[in-house]
């Protein structure tokens, strides 16, 4: 299981990298709108979306990252602030969904579940995640790495922690395999690369902590919420694309709530020193 895991984790690293690194910026856009597309099938999967529903699901979902990348094919100097705006207000519906309809959904068991509502998860879920994660890395690849790299580590720390040292349970009636101690390994390992990247001069130590420590709690509640999905649905995976992790969405799901609020901080941080 943990070799299926580290081969199918090299793969997609192998394929992000050789993507990210091109001078060519189409190769990691097609890549992100690829893998868009894989989440949202797997996430209508998840929520058992049919017929008419699931139709109104792509349509909602798709329209916003396609608006998108037609906008940025168009590559016009007058798009450019609206891109950003429209980046803004996809990380803002992100914000919203996580920090209220999510919780509430978790606490009541009524969101993911009611048919008029779910048809939006799309939309709330990966369309913000897709969107954000293609304008920070056509204006500032290496804040995108950043937000990669503390999100990697923080899946990493709490994997390695929780299997040597986990006893008590994080979530025991969402997600029993994951553990307070793991959680903090995750933390642990970010304020690590924190003193790091400071250290060798890649930013504000102060500000590096703090970023890590949001990204990691962001991170963790990613994938304790894509866990309630699925035990909602009855499903162990989001399904079988990759070897020792399932589907694509287990892999990504610590981005969905990450990348978007990241994006927000980073954005008004650096406005902030301008």
């Known amino acids: 299981m943990l070799r299926d895991r580290i081969f199918s984790a090299a793969i997609l690293l192998l394929i992000f990298l050789a993507s990210y690194l091109s001078e060519n910026p189409t190769y990691f856009l097609f890549l992100n709108f690829v893998a868009s597309g894989i989440l949202f099938y797997e996430l209508a999967k998840i929520l058992k979306l049919k017929s008419l529903s699931l139709a109104i699901y792509w349509i909602l979902s798709f329209t916003p990252v396609i608006f998108f990348y037609?906008?940025?094919?168009?590559?016009?100097?007058?798009?450019?602030?609206?891109?950003?705006?429209?980046?803004?207000?996809?990380?803002?519906?992100?914000?919203?969904?996580?920090?209220?309809?999510?919780?509430l959904?978790?606490?009541?068991?009524?969101?993911?579940?009611?048919?008029?509502?779910?048809i939006f998860y799309g939309y709330f879920i990966v369309a913000p995640m897709s969107i954000v994660t293609s304008y920070i890395f056509i204006n500032d690849k290496n804040a995108l790495l950043l937000i990669f790299l503390m999100i990697w580590v923080s899946d990493i720390g709490a994997y390695f922690f929780?299997?040597?040292?986990?006893?008590?349970?994080?979530?025991?009636?969402?997600?029993?395999?994951?553990?307070?101690?793991?959680?903090?390994?995750g933390f642990i390992s970010n304020i690590i690369i924190a003193f790091l990247l400071s250290h060798f001069g890649f930013g504000d130590l102060p500000f590096l902590l703090i970023f890590a420590i949001v990204v990691t709690g962001l991170s963790i509640y990613g994938d304790i919420y894509q866990s309630f999905l699925k035990r909602?649905?009855?499903v162990k995976d989001s399904g079988t694309i990759l070897p020792g992790h399932g589907g694509l969405f287990d892999r990504l799901d610590s981005f969905c709530p990450s990348i978007p609020l990241s994006f927000l901080i980073l954005f008004y941080y650096v406005s902030y020193l301008v």
């Open 105 to 118: 959904d978790i606490v009541y068991k009524k969101i993911s579940s009611n048919d008029k509502l779910k």
């Open 70 to 103: 037609l906008l940025v094919a168009l590559n016009k100097d007058f798009i450019g602030e609206f891109l950003v705006n429209f980046s803004i207000f996809m990380s803002f519906v992100s914000v919203i969904f996580w920090f209220t309809l999510a919780p």
């Open 162 to 185: 929780g299997k040597r040292f986990g006893k008590n349970k994080l979530a025991k009636n969402i997600s029993p395999g994951k553990t307070i101690e793991g959680a903090v390994g």
């Open 232 to 234: 909602q649905a009855k």
